[in-house]
């Protein structure tokens, strides 16, 4: 890759690493809140490369703690209202969802959030005929959650950034950020230095080497999920509610031209390009065949796997990094960095702007959340 030589000698107020959803929302909403100017970098050739494009497009306001709950309806709701005056072809439909969590993983300070209605087997089943038998627990029907389009979304926050004067680069690598003084002072970006007043680390699976590299520890895992697309099922194919079954653990999302399944794994792994692991149709149909047996009649006709990058404590990471002046994160965003993007954009940029008051303490860097061990790293 040639060095960009526009970047000698210039200065940004602000350069974001990373154009998956978090960094393009980041950038969005700084911009729109007269930060700039503003320059994104992203290693791949187009944005959205990695979890971005390889997730499952599920809008899902329920997670598994009250925080990341209400990133999650915050960020619904705009999803919700980007496309609301486009009925036709919205790139958001609202599907509903059924979700069964007979072991409490979700805890009640979120469900207290959500508006839902509990579903008996006769209401289950007259939406879902093809199921022998239900998974375990109570089914809950959440109404507004629904499916997207992830491009639609990723194409609103990069048009959103561009309009308001930020330059979006693809295919650029940045490295070697440099700290003096406690201070963030610069990077490099195809081996050219260049300088900026902040900088926001919104780079997914490599969250934890921007970390090793600034020298300021933070442990942040790659965990392996795979998808399943097969045919359609259900006659005639048409929008219903997803459905979530966390025990034995795996999610079903109708399509008119495709039914997509995972199985829900979790396998820690390195980041980089996230490759199939095993066989994720066979994890599947040993999950889903005791409910539906139709699935063994069904062929897998696309798989496909990306990663869920979790912090420890499964929170996201977001805002100012109180060891180094000027570095922010955007980072950590699990199984939810799409519903909750809109979300997390606001967020990072109230950080910037208004510093640690402008976000719940919570998301943030601390020593509680990260303790160090005796070798100096979390
Ligand atoms: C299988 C699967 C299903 C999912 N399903 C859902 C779902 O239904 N609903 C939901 O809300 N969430 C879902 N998620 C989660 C969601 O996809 C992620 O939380 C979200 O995409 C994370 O976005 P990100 O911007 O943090 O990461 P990414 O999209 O990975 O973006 C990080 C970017 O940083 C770039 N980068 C890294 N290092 C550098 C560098 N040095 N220089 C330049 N660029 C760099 C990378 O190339 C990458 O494009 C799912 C995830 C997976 C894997």
């Known amino acids: 890759m040639a060095p960009n030589r526009r970047d000698v000698g210039r200065n940004w107020q602000l350069v974001i690493v990373g154009g998956g959803l978090a960094g393009l929302a980041t950038a969005a909403s700084c911009a729109r809140r007269g930060v700039g100017p503003i320059l994104l970098i992203e290693q791949e050739s187009r944005p959205g490369s990695h979890s971005s494009g390889r997730n499952s497009g599920l809008i899902r306001r329920v997670a598994e703690n009250p925080l ?24 958001f439909r609202r599907s509903g969802s059924v979700i069964f969590d007979p072991s409490g993983e979700i805890a009640d300070g979120c469900w207290s959030q959500v508006s839902f209605r509990r579903w008996d087997e006769d209401r289950f089943r007259s939406m879902f ?15 507004a959650d629904g499916i997207l389009e992830v491009p639609a979304l990723l194409g609103h926050f990069a048009a959103q950034a561009r309009d308001a004067g930020v330059e979006l680069r693809m295919g650029s690598h940045a490295h070697h950020p440099r700290i003096e003084g406690g201070r963030f002072n610069s990077i490099h970006i195809d081996g050219v230095e260049v300088k900026s007043a902040a900088l926001v680390v919104a780079s997914g699976a490599w969250a934890g080497q921007w970390s090793q590299a600034a020298g300021v520890p933070i442990e942040m895992t790659p965990y392996l999920r795979s998808c399943v697309h097969s045919d359609p099922i259900g006659h005639p194919p048409r929008l219903r509610p997803w459905i979530w079954a966390h025990d034995p653990g795996w999610y079903l999302k109708f399509g008119i031209d495709n039914t997509l399944w995972s199985a829900c794994e979790e396998i820690a792994d390195q980041p980089g390009r996230a490759t199939v692991c095993g066989d994720p149709w066979q994890r599947v149909k040993e999950r889903v065949g005791p409910s539906i047996d ?6 897998p006709r696309h798989i496909w796997a990306g990663h869920r990058n ?13 060891r180094i002046e000027g570095w922010h994160w955007a980072v950590g ?16 940029a109230a950080g910037i702007i208004e510093g640690l008051d402008g976000l719940e303490p919570e998301l943030c860097w601390s020593e509680e959340r990260f303790p160090m061990n005796r070798a100096g790293t979390t």
Do not use: K, M, Y
């Open 68 to 91: 990341t709950t209400r990133l999650c309806i915050e960020g619904a709701d705009e999803i919700e209202s980007l496309w609301s005056s486009r009925r036709e072809n919205s790139p």
């Open 129 to 143: 005929p093809e199921f022998q038998q239900l998974p375990p627990g109570e089914a809950r029907f959440v109404e």
């Open 310 to 322: 979790f912090c420890r404590d499964r929170q996201f990471l977001l805002g100012p990094d109180p």
């Open 333 to 348: 965003l699990g199984g939810h960095g799409v519903t909750a993007s809109p979300a997390v954009g606001r967020r990072v």
């Open 294 to 299: 139709a699935i063994e009649a069904l062929e």
